[in-house]
């Protein structure tokens, strides 16, 4: 099943299936489409598995091993590469939160999010080759745009698992966390992500022109939350400081 639980402007979209390592069945996809048409005005979204083991393990090859014809297999993945394009055009931030093993489609469903935080102890593979098959969800682009074009062959062409560090180093995973304080951080990420105008800053990353940027700038200069924080600031410089030694 998918949870979706408001925190705020935070969202956190939970797949929970702990007897398929939360792997994605037709039934998911289906689920995760109502989620993102419910969570569309959050300003920011957190993606993760249930538990500690396993973000996403990938497809459910129980459930998709009955789609044999070319047609079958072509709907699949157009309708779950929508879901991930979905969450790559996102108007807010995107957070995946990797709480265990990202494998196969569980890998293309984390680089469609902008940032991915990763609990330490995890591995993230893009291992469909071990299947005779290919990223198919927009994963292999995406993960070319992160890493470069020879690294995102290597990496998929071979299969192998890289360990949370390697993963950082390679520019796949943004934040590392420790276990033992990985829902905290996540959560905290998220939440100072949804109290900001990151929207329009992710807006701007993903690319407009001068005008457009100067122009969502300027509508934030004059917006009452920056003069509230201005003020704030403002205040807080004014304020005298005591005198050396405690003199007052």
Known sequence: ???LEFDGGLAVLTIDR?????????????QLETALDEAADARTLVIRGAGD?????GGDLKELSALRTLAEASAMAQRMRDICDRLANFPAPVVAALNGHAFGGGAEFAVA??????????????NQVE?????????????????????ALLLAGTGNALDAAEAQRMGLIDVLLPRSSFD????????????????????VIRGVSADEAIASFARLWVADAHWQAADKV?????????AAGGAT
């Open 1 to 3: 099943m998918v949870d």
């Open 18 to 30: 702990p007897h398929a390592r939360n792997a994605i069945s037709l039934e998911t996809m289906g």
């Open 184 to 203: 905290d951080g996540w959560r905290s990420i998220a939440t100072k992500l949804a109290r900001h105008p990151a929207n329009e800053i992710k807006r």
């Open 53 to 57: 083991r396993a973000f996403v393990s």
């Open 113 to 126: 999010a902008d940032i991915r935080v990763a609990a330490d102890d995890i591995k993230i593979a893009f």
């Open 234 to 242: 403002m205040n807080r410089t004014a304020t005298p400081r005591p």
């Open 131 to 151: 299947l005779e098959i290919m990223p198919a969800w927009g994963g292999a682009e995406r993960l070319a745009a992160l890493v470069g074009k020879g690294r």
